[in-house]
Every structure is written in structure tokens, then in C-alpha cells.
């Protein structure tokens, strides 16, 4: 998924930007290390929940943890990845269901119907059967709007999504999506499969919403840092929209990034597969924390987050 990139400076937008963020998921297949989501007994049921949605970044997808060739080694176990929801639940004191899909696209959350229209999702978990965090056999859409219907004491949905709609075009176009008439259309259509998206959780769901946005892997570079900022702002706005807020995660790593001349690299927050090589994409354990703890103080200071937990013994104790 990480091929060595020698194209021109705006396709470095499309292939810097999120030749990692799509990367290889694992698959709903079996349930292993995951909840199916189900009304049933158990504490699960009774803590107040956090249902996390999106892609490789909530997932916890590590290069470093799969095998090669996938088709003809042992599946991943998916309790090695180690997402920023799993950081963050404890801290909140709501019970986690993960239902992330590494590779997953804006489309593909929406709809199972083709499968063509995927950067990587649908080929570990129905071509390969790995396992995700939570089992599930349609739509990761469906399964949310299944999961809230069936658990009112859902109290936070998170979602990062995006990234590998503009990876799709990457691979997809001739010039690996180089032209603002390509890399346009991308996010107009992003743009309204979160509408679709939101709108459907909305008329399910009425709790706190959170946007995780991505962060840049060198913000000194205005091109790479610039697609993933016009990504995000419809996040925000969207998001904003539907009475959701936003965990500015891009705004956590710059910080971090200053003090490096902006290169994220070197903050020890991504993933280096190779100690003489540049980095992936995915965080490691600590720029999933950095996530996780950006997540908890949106929600932790948020006055309505406040307002809930004061009616629910469950959320005592959370930051705020």
C-alpha cells in the first residue's frame, strides 16, 4: 500500500497525504477480539456506551503487525491494535465497541454493494477474513444505525473517516489523482456521503458526536498539509452541523511537530518500519495516546457531555 512515490507536486498531495492512511484492515469474519454489538447481560450492557467509527487511525493499524503475504500466513490478532478509542474508554468510563475498518472509505461505510469502490476494507474482510475489533456482516453504516437503535445508553460516537477517499483516487486515475478537476470531485463527494452518513445517525442517535480529524505527517509541507486541512474543514463544518463537535487531532500534532520544524516524523508519533527509513502514516502507541487524550478533553469540558454524566453514575470520575 506504500509505494515509493516520484510523481508531481500535486500528486504528493494525494499519495503523501494518505498513502497511509488506508492501509491494510482486518475483517469482521469471526468476532475475535470483538463485540457484535447485541443488546445482552454482562457489564458491557450495563456501563454507558462509546460506539467508535471510521478507519484505520481508530482502528490502531500497525504495518508492523501484518503478515506478508497476507493470503498464505497467519491472521493478525486483532487485540494487538491498539486504537486511540481503546486509550480513551477507560479514561471516559464507557464501555468501547470498535467498529473501524482500516481502508474504509466514505462510500464503502455506507454501502457494501461494490466492492470495488474500497482502498482496502473489503479485501481483508471478505477476502481474507481477518478479524476487526467488531464483528459485523454488512456495512459499517448499518451496523452503527443497528448498534444505537439497540443500546440507548450510547453516549459518545466518534468518527474519523476520509482519508482513503482521496487514496482511492491515487490509485485510480492515470495520474494519481494530480488535478484539482480530479482531487475536487473527491471531496464534494466525501462532502455528501457525510451527510448521508450524519443524517443517519442523527435520527438514531441524539448524544455527543466527535469528529477526530487527521493530522499531517509534515506540516512544513503546504501541499500534504493543505489537502488534509480542506479534509478536515468539512469534517468540522459537517460535523458542526449536526451538533457534533471536533477533537482537533491535527492540531495536537502540530504542536508536538514545532518542536521538531514541524516534521511529525521525528516526534516519535509515527510509526518508522525502517529505523533508517521515513514513516508511515499510522501513530504509534504514544501518537495514539496524543489522540486519545485530545478526544477525552473535547469531551470531558464539553458542557453537555457534563450534563449527562451528572444524570449517569457510570461516567463519575471522567476528566472534566
Same mark, same amino acid.
Given at each position: 500500500?506504500?509505494?515509493?512515490?516520484?510523481?508531481?507536486? !500535486?500528486?504528493?498531495?494525494?499519495?503523501?497525504?494518505?498513502? *497511509?492512511?488506508?492501509?491494510?484492515?482486518?475483517? =469482521? $469474519?469471526?468476532? +475475535?477480539? !470483538?463485540?457484535?454489538?447485541?443488546?445482552?447481560? !454482562?457489564?458491557?450492557?450495563?456501563?454507558?456506551?462509546?460506539?467508535? #467509527? $471510521?478507519?484505520?487511525?481508530?482502528? $490502531?493499524?500497525?504495518? #508492523?503487525?501484518?503478515?506478508?503475504?497476507?493470503?498464505?500466513?497467519? @491472521?493478525?490478532?486483532?487485540?494487538?491494535?491498539?486504537?486511540?478509542?481503546?486509550?480513551?474508554?477507560?479514561?471516559?468510563?464507557?464501555?468501547?465497541?470498535?467498529?473501524?475498518?482500516? $481502508?474504509?472509505?466514505?462510500?464503502?461505510?455506507?454501502? %457494501?454493494?461494490?466492492?470495488?469502490?474500497?482502498?482496502?476494507?473489503?479485501?481483508?474482510?471478505?477476502?481474507?477474513?481477518?478479524?476487526?475489533?467488531?464483528? &459485523?456482516?454488512?456495512?459499517?453504516?448499518?451496523?452503527?444505525?443497528? &448498534?444505537?437503535?439497540?443500546?440507548?445508553?450510547?453516549?459518545?460516537?466518534?468518527?474519523?473517516?476520509?482519508?482513503?477517499?482521496?487514496?482511492?483516487?491515487?490509485?485510480?486515475? =492515470?495520474?494519481?489523482?494530480?488535478?484539482?478537476?480530479? %482531487?475536487?470531485?473527491?471531496?464534494?463527494?466525501?462532502?455528501?456521503?457525510?451527510?448521508?452518513? *450524519?443524517? @443517519?445517525?442523527?435520527?438514531?442517535?441524539?448524544?455527543?458526536?466527535?469528529?477526530?480529524?487527521? &493530522?499531517?505527517?509534515?506540516?512544513?509541507?503546504?501541499? %500534504?498539509?493543505?489537502?488534509?486541512?480542506?479534509?478536515?474543514?468539512?469534517?468540522?463544518?459537517?460535523?458542526?452541523?449536526?451538533?457534533?463537535?471536533?477533537?482537533?487531532?491535527? @492540531?495536537?500534532?502540530?504542536?508536538?511537530?514545532?518542536?521538531?520544524?514541524?516534521?511529525?516524523?521525528?516526534?516519535?508519533?509515527?510509526?518508522?518500519?525502517?529505523?533508517?527509513?521515513?514513516?508511515?502514516?499510522?501513530?504509534? +502507541?504514544?501518537?495514539?495516546?496524543?489522540?486519545?487524550?485530545? /478526544?477525552?478533553?473535547?469531551?470531558?469540558?464539553?458542557? @453537555?457531555?457534563?450534563?449527562?454524566?451528572?444524570?449517569?453514575?457510570? /461516567?463519575?470520575?471522567?476528566?472534566?
Amino acid at each position: 500500500m506504500r509505494r515509493r512515490l516520484s510523481m508531481s507536486a !500535486g500528486a504528493v498531495v494525494i499519495a503523501v497525504v494518505l498513502a *497511509l492512511i488506508g492501509a491494510p484492515p482486518a475483517s =469482521a $469474519g469471526d468476532g +475475535r477480539g !470483538g463485540n457484535d454489538g447485541r443488546t445482552g447481560s !454482562g457489564q458491557h450492557q450495563r456501563q454507558s456506551q462509546y460506539l467508535a #467509527l $471510521g478507519d484505520s487511525i481508530p482502528f $490502531g493499524y500497525n504495518p #508492523l503487525l501484518m503478515p506478508v503475504p497476507p493470503a498464505t500466513t497467519p @491472521a493478525p490478532v486483532v487485540t494487538d491494535f491498539v486504537g486511540y478509542p481503546e486509550l480513551a474508554a477507560p479514561k471516559l468510563k464507557l464501555a468501547l465497541t470498535n467498529a473501524s475498518c482500516p $481502508g474504509q472509505t466514505s462510500t464503502g461505510f455506507i454501502s %457494501i454493494a461494490d466492492l470495488t469502490n474500497d482502498n482496502g476494507c473489503f479485501v481483508y474482510r471478505f477476502a481474507y477474513g481477518f478479524p476487526l475489533h467488531t464483528a &459485523y456482516p454488512g456495512s459499517q453504516l448499518d451496523f452503527a444505525l443497528s &448498534y444505537l437503535s439497540s443500546n440507548p445508553k450510547t453516549r459518545l460516537v466518534t468518527l474519523t473517516l476520509g482519508g482513503n477517499d482521496l487514496l482511492f483516487c491515487r490509485y485510480h486515475t =492515470a495520474d494519481s489523482c494530480a488535478s484539482p478537476d480530479e %482531487i475536487g470531485p473527491v471531496l464534494t463527494a466525501y462532502e455528501q456521503n457525510l451527510t448521508t452518513i *450524519l443524517t @443517519a445517525i442523527r435520527a438514531v442517535y441524539h448524544g455527543k458526536l466527535v469528529a477526530v480529524t487527521y &493530522y499531517s505527517p509534515d506540516y512544513n509541507d503546504p501541499l %500534504i498539509t493543505g489537502a488534509l486541512t480542506a479534509l478536515n474543514d468539512i469534517t468540522t463544518q459537517l460535523t458542526a452541523r449536526f451538533h457534533g463537535t471536533t477533537a482537533d487531532g491535527f @492540531a495536537a500534532f502540530e504542536k508536538k511537530a514545532a518542536d521538531y520544524g514541524g516534521d511529525t516524523c521525528a516526534t516519535g508519533l509515527l510509526i518508522r518500519p525502517d529505523p533508517n527509513g521515513p514513516c508511515d502514516f499510522h501513530p504509534t +502507541r504514544a501518537g495514539a495516546q496524543l489522540l486519545a487524550d485530545t /478526544l477525552t478533553a473535547a469531551v470531558s469540558c464539553d458542557p @453537555a457531555y457534563r450534563d449527562i454524566r451528572n444524570r449517569d453514575d457510570s /461516567l463519575v470520575g471522567a476528566n472534566g
